[in-house]
């Protein structure tokens, strides 16, 4: 397995484009990727200052840890900005304000709830494993904030580059089954433990139909590693990009990916495991403070996460939508692949009504599952009939046709009588 940290100060412009002949467009081109590897520069920059006084050994260290804190701080930035835009979002969806009164337009209205979360008092129930109890928040704030390791924010931003990325980030993301039960089940309330068993079912359910829409990808890019994946989308016919999501094995797997990512970050529709009109919180219930704060902050960094795959497997990661767009840094790129994915999620739970337990794991294993295990053959046939527009109208109907068929039995097999609300007797 080929492994490399990302430490050294050499590092080479893979991308660059072929010089332009007039000097005014020689100019501007330095100038764009100067300021695309601005990040990366300054980094370097600051290591080698810092070497002039620590001893050589000292230099992969200090890189891997400015790269680590530099993760940590943008992400928990975006974290605190999105809280204040989803809440604003929402109360725009259900017409009413928004967070409005802390700072210019409500938005230091995440420095408040922090404050609040640091100084709320810490309860434990007494009959609780106070360990354990102690430990769930940590174990699943940790393994989200791993997953950030091996995804390309931008050229030469890899913190961390080898041949299986994408099989380490699905594992270090799996870790959170054991947080989501640790906390249900140390907490002695059966409110809480009941959390925790959908909250695992839920999120083993999902994971196989979202593992399986990655291998498509895997399949055609011929590799395991996000970067390798992010350069077999680049390249443009005309100014259209060669990303993965505008092919029919690949649109389908984008979808099915969106969905079941969704689901693992135990999002609307289907945050059912926090189902407060049913169970209270789920498997938080008997958090509060800083604690529940950490869960809180692991569900944001899991859904970041998941756009940041997302837009790696099936939307050309850091690449430029367009050809003539592709001046602009690819850093920003990518984070603006990742806010869509936030805004996405935002949209669909202010509009989308919660699941019931049963529609959740019948719409897993009888419709994601199959679909997910089709598109491998629609990405098979794609690959082995070369080009030409046959290969479009096959692939388009081996997704498409199980799609209706599917969709179809699923509805045929509903009873959707008119619902009858009466008081209780």
């Known amino acids: 397995m080929r492994f490399r940290l990302v430490t050294g100060p050499d590092f080479d412009f893979h991308h660059r484009r072929e010089t332009p002949a007039f000097p005014a467009l020689r100019r501007f081109q330095g100038m764009t990727e100067a300021f695309d590897q601005i990040l990366v520069t300054f980094k370097h920059w600051l290591v080698g200052w810092l070497m002039k006084f620590l001893p050589a050994a000292c230099e992969p260290l200090l890189s891997a840890l400015f790269t680590a804190a530099a993760i940590i701080i943008v992400f928990a930035l975006m974290f605190a900005f999105v809280t204040v835009l989803e809440r604003k979002g929402l109360g725009r969806i259900q017409n009413r304000y928004g967070p409005n009164r802390v700072g210019p337009a409500g938005f230091l209205q995440f420095a ?48 961390v580059e080898f041949d299986a990325g994408l099989l380490y ?6 870790g959170a089954e054991l947080a989501v039960f640790m906390a249900g089940w140390s907490s002695r309330n059966k409110y809480s433990l009941l959390g925790a068993m959908r909250g695992i079912a839920q999120m083993i359910s999902y994971e196989v139909p979202l593992i399986l829409s990655a291998a ?47 689901a693992e970050c135990n999002r609307a529709p289907f945050d059912l495991p926090e189902g407060e009109s049913e169970i209270v919180a789920g498997y938080f219930l008997e958090y509060s403070g800083f604690k529940f704060a950490m869960f809180f902050m692991a569900e944001y960094f899991g859904m970041f996460a998941a756009g940041g795959m997302a837009a790696t497997l099936f939307l050309g990661g850091y690449t430029a939508p367009l050809s003539w767009l592709a001046w602009i840094p690819s850093w ?12 996405l999620l935002i949209w669909v739970r202010g509009t989308v009504p919660r699941l019931r337990m049963d529609q959740l794991m019948n719409f897993a294993w009888k419709f994601m599952l199959p679909m997910a295990l089709i598109n491998l053959v629609a990405a098979a046939v794609w690959n082995f009939m070369g080009g030409g527009p046959l290969r479009w109208m096959v692939c388009s109907a081996l997704v498409a046709g199980p799609y209706l068929l599917l969709g179809k039995g699923m509805a045929a097999r509903r009873n959707l009588g008119k619902r009858i609300y009466r008081f209780a007797s």
């Open 332 to 343: 920003i790129w990518f984070f603006a692949k990742v806010m869509a994915f936030i805004f």
């Open 216 to 262: 498509t990808v895997v399949m055609l890019a011929g590799s395991l590693s996000p970067l390798e994946i992010v350069k077999a989308q680049e390249g443009y016919s005309g100014w259209l990009p060669h990303w993965h999501v505008f092919t029919p094995w690949g649109c389908a797997g984008f979808l099915i990916f969106l969905i079941a990512a969704t």
């Open 112 to 159: 408040a709830d922090g404050i609040k979360a640091l100084t709320k008092e810490d309860s434990v129930p007494h009959a609780a494993d106070k360990i354990v109890h102690f430990l769930a928040p940590i174990a699943m704030l940790v393994p989200v904030t791993l997953m950030f390791a091996v995804l390309p924010f931008g050229r030469n931003m890899t913190p």
């Open 169 to 174: 980030f699905f594992a270090v993301g799996a």
